[in-house]
Structures are given as structure tokens and as C-alpha cells.
């Protein structure tokens, strides 16, 4: 079975600084990585995935990922943060068997906060 | 486009009592996925279909919950009797498997509370 680890239920940075959440995933064979992003009181949104090719994989609001296969990883990263920023971010992957049609097994998130 | 629509967006119900959740995913999508969202546990795969047919419904709790999708453009998740543990947040979300997107899009959810 899939699991993934989000190091860190919480992240706080500045405004202005670099972004860095954690995301370890557990799979003998990588799976389809993605990112979403949830604000208050909505559904989530996918800010990035990575399928296959190229390992550093660019995103909505200025966010990316980079896929190491040799370190289980797949962290998000922005060079710098903005207020409206702040939110839950999950980390989430797919099995490749399924073609991409499977559900997908979440981290249990961060939330961001974003110091002014 | 629309988006996933889901109904009601909250429901506050007491416990014994049937409780129906609803979904009407992207049009052309035939892909459809039920969460669960709680603090303890996080985002949790409940079921899901692809073209109306359930795949994988090992992720529902107990027998108190089922699911159904009588067509492409409707499912619905039903819990009987409800219980207070059964209060969460309740995600339906869809996708065009095959597509080589692999892009799940998440409604708002149905904030359920059971009394």
C-alpha cells in the first residue's frame, strides 16, 4: 500500500521568503505525484503533478516541484511567499497501474502561514 | 463549466437518522471519487466509479455507507443510520481517466454533522 509523509503539520515563513514543504512518498514503484492546495471553506485545487519527463515540474501561483526518485521525494517549493499564500497545501500520489484513473492516497497536509 | 457540484453543502442531521449526499461531476468526465475529510484522519478515498462502475469501495467505513451512480452525471453517497462519528467533510471530485491529465477536480464538499 501507498503511503505518503508531509514532514510538518505547520509551516510559517515571512512574507517574502522562500517556501519549502516537505513531501515523502512510500511505493516500490514511484507513483504519479501531485500537490493540491485548499483555502477555507473550498474543495482543493491541483497546483502541480508529475507524471513522467521532467523532474522539476513548474505550477500554478508561481509554485514547483521536484521529483527525486533516489530520495522517495517530492517537495514544493515557491521562491517567495505571498499573504495570499496561506492555506493547506496536501501532497498526494496515484498508482501508475491504474493509468492515472485510481483515487489518490493524501498526505495528512501543512498549513502555511504567512507572517506580514 | 460548472464545475463539481455537490448538495447540500452542509447538513446537520442526528445520529440514527439517513443522510444523502449528492454529486454531479464535470461534464464528459467519466471518473468520480468519494473523500472523507476529518481531522483525525485526514483525506480519506472513500469509492469511486469509472464509466458508473464501482472500481474500488474498500475505503467505505462499514456497511452503513453505500454508493451509487445510476448515470454519468449523477452519484450519490448515502450513510444509514448516521452516527456522530460519521461527521466530516464529505468531497466528490472527478476526472477524464485516460486522458493523460490524471487531473482530479474536487467540488466544495457537504460539511456534515451528525448530532
Known amino acids: 500500500a501507498q503511503s505518503v509523509t508531509q514532514l510538518g503539520s505547520h509551516v510559517s515563513v515571512s512574507e517574502g521568503a522562500l517556501v519549502l514543504l516537505r513531501c515523502n512518498y512510500s511505493s516500490s514503484v514511484p507513483p504519479y505525484l501531485f500537490w493540491y492546495v485548499q483555502y477555507p471553506n473550498q474543495g482543493l485545487q491541483l497546483l502541480l503533478k508529475?507524471?513522467?519527463?521532467?523532474?522539476l515540474v513548474k505550477g500554478i501561483n508561481g509554485f514547483e516541484a521536484e521529483f527525486k526518485k533516489s530520495e522517495t521525494s517530492f517537495h514544493l517549493t515557491k521562491p517567495s511567499a505571498h499573504m495570499s499564500d496561506a492555506a493547506e497545501y496536501f501532497c498526494?500520489?496515484?498508482?501508475?497501474?491504474?493509468?492515472?484513473?485510481?483515487?489518490?492516497?493524501f498526505g495528512k497536509g501543512t498549513h502555511l502561514i504567512i507572517q506580514p | 463549466d460548472a464545475g463539481v457540484i455537490q448538495s447540500p453543502r452542509h447538513e446537520v442531521t442526528e445520529m440514527g437518522q439517513e443522510v444523502t449526499l449528492r454529486c454531479k461531476p464535470i461534464?464528459?468526465?467519466?471518473?468520480l471519487f468519494w473523500y472523507r475529510q476529518t481531522m483525525m484522519r485526514g483525506l480519506e478515498l472513500l469509492i469511486y466509479f469509472n464509466n458508473n462502475v464501482p472500481i474500488d469501495d474498500s475505503g467505505m467505513p462499514e456497511d452503513r455507507f453505500s454508493a451509487k451512480m445510476p448515470n454519468a452525471s449523477f452519484s450519490t453517497l448515502k450513510i444509514q443510520p448516521s452516527e456522530p462519528r460519521d461527521s466530516a467533510v464529505y468531497f466528490c471530485?472527478?476526472?477524464?481517466?485516460?486522458?493523460?491529465?490524471?487531473?482530479?477536480?474536487f467540488g466544495p464538499g457537504t460539511r456534515l454533522t451528525v448530532l
Open positions: 508529475y507524471t513522467t519527463g521532467a523532474t
Open positions: 498526494a500520489v496515484s498508482d501508475r497501474s491504474g493509468g492515472g484513473a485510481d483515487g489518490l492516497t
Open positions: 471530485a472527478s476526472s477524464l481517466a485516460a486522458s493523460g491529465l490524471y487531473e482530479q477536480f
Open positions: 461534464s464528459g468526465h467519466n471518473s
